[in-house]
């Protein structure tokens, strides 16, 4: 789950000029680069699609670049020489530590890192939309790093396919724009939390549900998520012991979905505390069970106690599904024998 960092230097983002990504042009290529640039107001508009956006603008590789402004965009510079390249990743949870690099276990991080590093022959280190905990899933964790080597971004897709694991997969790969940042830029993210409600457990799609044979009253948790809906402070559903000072988050949605046995939880917002979203769930859980009514949520908003919230519900039936940047929207791959609706919430 992200945690504190999501909102980090929210008061240091500057204003800039959004720009799609260019996956074919090349730094060193200036024909490329030309051709590929587009008018001021291109891309604006245009529908959204998967994974990285269509061609724009390609960043240069002459000089520093400085962060571009606009909204959400963060300020960053980028060393001379370099480019900036980002890729859309999916990934199984179950048999890694979390996202971040920790010493003796195996990290999403770490096998994407030396499989980049791998490919272009030096050390990369690539920064994350979200730190997903331990045993959580993701199907469009957006990364960006930077490198000096004139690999054509069009073929690190199927250069990956080869070095990661099977687990974890490159959907999309492409330049980014300047001073673009995986984590700072991002306007939203979309989890999805996945409750099989059915009296047997599914051995196919067990690693990805959390299996709770109940009755639970759907009319009250759905109640109870709309009054989560908006800008408040979740501070009573973050980590016991996490340092963040800022706990106000904006949840523009908080719904339920049901797909016969399979109820989804849908929780996008600007931003995530540690373990904000697991602990939503298993508040709604509570009162879905009958513990609480659905007003409960409200007093949890205005006091903060971690305690009289639910427990936190299980990582491994969550999954990171979308990242909205200014730009261009993070999605990942459909999922086959989904029920209708379920690949994008």
């Known amino acids: 789950m992200p945690g504190p960092w999501d909102q980090r230097h929210q008061d240091e983002r500057c204003r800039a000029e959004p720009g799609p990504c260019s996956p074919g042009a090349l730094p060193g290529d200036a024909g490329a680069r030309a051709a590929a640039a587009p008018p001021p107001e291109a891309g604006r508009g245009q529908p959204r699609r998967p994974g990285i956006t269509p061609p724009g603008r390609a960043p240069g590789a002459a000089r520093a670049q400085k962060t571009p402004a606009g909204p959400g965009a963060g300020c960053r510079q980028v060393p001379a020489g370099q480019r900036t390249l980002r890729a859309v990743l999916a990934y199984d949870g179950t048999d890694f530590a979390g996202w971040q690099r920790q010493a003796g276990r195996r990290t999403v991080q ?30 469009a964790q957006v990364i960006h790093w930077q490198t000096a080597r004139p690999f054509p971004a069009e073929r690190l897709v199927p250069a990956l396919r080869g070095l990661l694991p099977l687990d974890v997969a490159a959907v999309a790969a492409g330049e980014a724009p300047a001073g673009f940042h995986a984590r700072y830029a991002a306007r939203r993210k979309t989890y999805v939390y996945h409750l099989w409600r059915a009296p047997v457990a599914d051995p196919l799609h067990r690693r990805w549900q959390w299996h709770l044979p109940l009755a639970l009253d759907v009319a009250a948790m759905a109640e109870a998520a709309r009054r989560l809906e908006g800008r408040h402070d979740f501070a009573a559903f973050k980590a016991a012991g996490s340092p963040v000072r800022n706990t106000r988050r904006t949840l523009y949605r908080c719904r339920l979905e049901e797909h016969g046995p399979l109820l989804r939880i849908v ?40 305690q009289l919230a639910g427990p936190t519900a299980p990582a491994h039936g969550l999954v990171l599904w979308r990242v909205e940047y200014d730009d261009w929207v993070a999605e990942g791959p459909p999922w086959p024998g989904a029920p209708p609706g379920l690949s994008r919430p």
């Open 110 to 139: 770490q096998v994407v890192e030396e499989a980049l590093s791998r490919l272009l022959g030096h050390p990369v280190r690539v920064t994350a939309a979200g730190r997903t905990d331990a045993g959580v899933h993701a199907r």
């Open 267 to 306: 929780l996008e917002a600007d931003g995530f505390l540690m373990h904000m979203a697991r602990g939503i769930v298993g508040t709604l859980v509570e009162i879905g069970r009958g513990r609480w009514p659905a007003g409960h949520v409200d007093m949890l908003l205005a006091t903060g106690r971690r």
